[in-house]
């Protein structure tokens, strides 16, 4: 999966790099909820004219990502309650997939690649750096789904995962919770070298549930 990061401005009109570097830091949690998008500020700041960014803004509003308000003009879409339940419903049932599908699958070179990435993110957690443990966090998920060998089941993930960017953020910013998330990939990765689907399956619906309640607190919802 291609970092939300590493946007390819080549070629592109001016009002679709703005849309991807505005839709990219809703994303990663650079523009929060409930926030305003003022046109003249964003303009300055991106050093363009108001008419990309007004256009930008219209196609964010089309993808749910910026509501419309009237006589308060542009602002960041909040997480509902529901929205989050949604995606983490269909999150759930796509990773437990996964992991069955990984134990049965998934090679011993692969395998050690998985013990790696949770290694991985136990370093990047010491760096306090919310970008790298985010990183960090997707890339371990890609070693279990690639591992699968199912190109649907991929793709599937693949395009929830940018919606799954605004959620990941409310949670790993949260440095109590990273001890947890470690010990959490490591019971989903002992699992899988053991080939016991059923538990691997239970240790993923577990490490999302915590997710959700830990970004209900965050949110407030």
């Known amino acids: 999966m291609q970092d939300i990061n590493e946007i390819d401005e080549a070629f592109l009109p001016l009002r679709d790099v703005v849309f991807k570097k505005l839709r990219a830091e809703i994303l990663l949690g650079k523009l929060s909820p409930g926030e305003r998008l003022m046109e003249l500020h964003l303009a300055q700041r991106l050093g363009v004219s108001r008419t990309p960014v007004r256009e930008a ?3 964010l ?3 749910g ?4 308000l009237p006589r308060r003009g542009a602002q960041v879409a909040q997480i509902s309650e529901k929205d989050l339940k949604d995606v983490l419903q269909v999150r ?3 990773e437990q997939l ?3 599908l990984a134990c049965e699958r998934m090679d011993e070179e692969t395998l050690k690649e998985l013990e790696k990435a949770c290694e991985s993110f136990a ?3 010491a760096s306090k750096d919310m970008t790298a443990i985010t990183k960090a966090d997707v890339a371990l998920h890609d070693v279990i ?4 060998g199912n190109r649907k089941l991929e793709q599937m993930i693949s395009n ?3 919606q799954m960017y605004r959620y990941r953020f409310e949670y790993i910013k949260d440095a109590t919770y990273h001890t947890r998330l470690i010990e959490e990939h490591r019971k989903i990765y002992q699992s899988i070298a053991d080939r016991d689907a059923v538990r691997a399956q239970e240790e993923i619906a577990t490490h999302i549930e915590n997710q959700r309640q830990t970004i209900m607190e965050h949110l407030n919802l």
């Open 61 to 63: 509003e089309l993808e």
């Open 92 to 94: 759930t049932s796509l």
């Open 98 to 100: 996964a992991v069955r």
């Open 145 to 148: 789904i690639r591992s699968t």
């Open 65 to 68: 990502l910026v509501t419309m």
């Open 160 to 162: 929830l995962a940018e």
């Open 57 to 59: 803004i219209r196609k």
């Open 123 to 125: 370093a990047a957690t």
